[in-house]
C-alpha cells in the first residue's frame, strides 16, 4: 500500500487539474456568451445559438432590415467507429449589397499562377445538376450555382488578389479595396483556409477560415465588412 501511495496521489492530482481546466473552460465559454449579447444588443442586432445533433455549435447576429447575417461556425470533433474527425470553424457574413445580377465574383488572397484557372477546370467537370447540389452544400449555393463557368480574371495592376468571376468584374468593382479588407482580417493557420470575398446576385459575403471567438474578434471582422461594403457602394 506504501509503494502505492505516490501512484494514487499523483492520479488524484491529473484528475484535480483537469477538473480545474475544465472549470476554466466553462467559466470563459460562459463569459464569451455573456458578451455576445452584450454585444449584439449595442450593434442592434439579434442573437441566437444553435446546436445541431453531431454538428457545431453555430452563433448567429443578424439584422433583418438590413439585410445582415453573421455567423460563428465552431470547430468541432465527431467520433465514428473508434475514429475521431475534426471539422474546421469559420466566420462568415452575409449583406445584401453589392450585388453582381446574373454572376458571381469571388476574391482571394493571391494563389499560385494558374491554379485559379486549373480549379475552375476541374470544377467544370462536376458541372451537372447533383454535383452543383452536393459541392453547393461544401462550397456554398452561391459557388455551387456557378460551376464551371467562373474563370480566372485578370486582377488590375499592383493588386495582390486571385479574382475568379463569371464575367470580369474591374470595371464593377475596386478590387484594391477588397484588396485592403482581406488582408486586416485574421488569416487562418492552415493556408488553405484563405479568407474569401464573393459577389453574388444575393448580395456581398466574406468568409475567414478563422471561427472567431472573442467579442473583439467577431466585431472587428463584422466593421470590417461593413467599410467594405460602403466603399464598393460609391
Not at 453574388?200 to 477560415?209: F, S, Y
Amino acid at each position: 500500500m506504501t509503494d502505492a501511495l505516490p501512484v494514487l496521489l499523483f492520479i488524484a492530482a491529473v484528475m484535480v487539474g483537469v477538473g480545474v481546466l475544465i472549470w476554466r473552460s466553462q467559466q470563459i465559454e460562459k463569459r464569451r456568451r455573456a458578451a455576445y449579447q452584450v454585444f449584439a444588443d449595442q450593434r442592434g442586432l439579434t442573437y441566437t445559438q444553435s446546436k445541431a445533433r453531431g454538428g457545431p455549435t453555430v452563433f448567429t447576429f443578424a439584422d433583418g432590415a438590413r439585410g445582415l447575417t453573421l455567423t460563428v461556425t465552431r470547430s468541432y470533433s465527431k467520433s465514428s467507429n473508434g475514429k475521431s474527425r475534426s471539422s474546421p470553424g469559420h466566420t462568415k457574413i452575409q449583406m445584401a449589397d453589392p450585388r453582381l445580377p446574373g454572376g458571381i465574383a469571388l476574391y482571394t488572397p493571391e494563389m499560385a499562377a494558374g491554379v485559379a484557372d486549373a480549379a475552375s477546370k476541374v470544377m467544370g467537370i462536376f458541372d451537372n445538376s447533383l454535383s452543383k447540389m452536393l459541392l453547393g452544400k461544401l462550397l456554398g449555393d452561391d459557388i455551387g450555382a456557378y460551376l464551371g463557368e467562373m474563370h480566372d480574371q485578370p486582377a488590375p495592376e499592383g493588386v495582390a488578389l486571385t479574382i475568379m468571376a463569371t464575367v470580369n468584374p474591374n470595371p464593377l468593382f475596386d478590387a484594391r479595396l477588397i484588396e485592403h479588407a482581406l488582408s486586416e482580417i485574421p488569416a487562418a493557420r492552415n493556408a488553405e483556409r484563405k479568407t474569401m470575398v464573393l459577389i453574388t446576385e444575393n448580395g456581398l459575403q466574406i468568409r475567414a477560415g478563422r471561427d472567431f471567438r472573442e467579442v473583439a474578434e467577431i466585431e472587428r471582422f463584422l466593421d470590417i465588412a461593413q467599410t467594405l461594403q460602403a466603399a464598393l457602394r460609391r
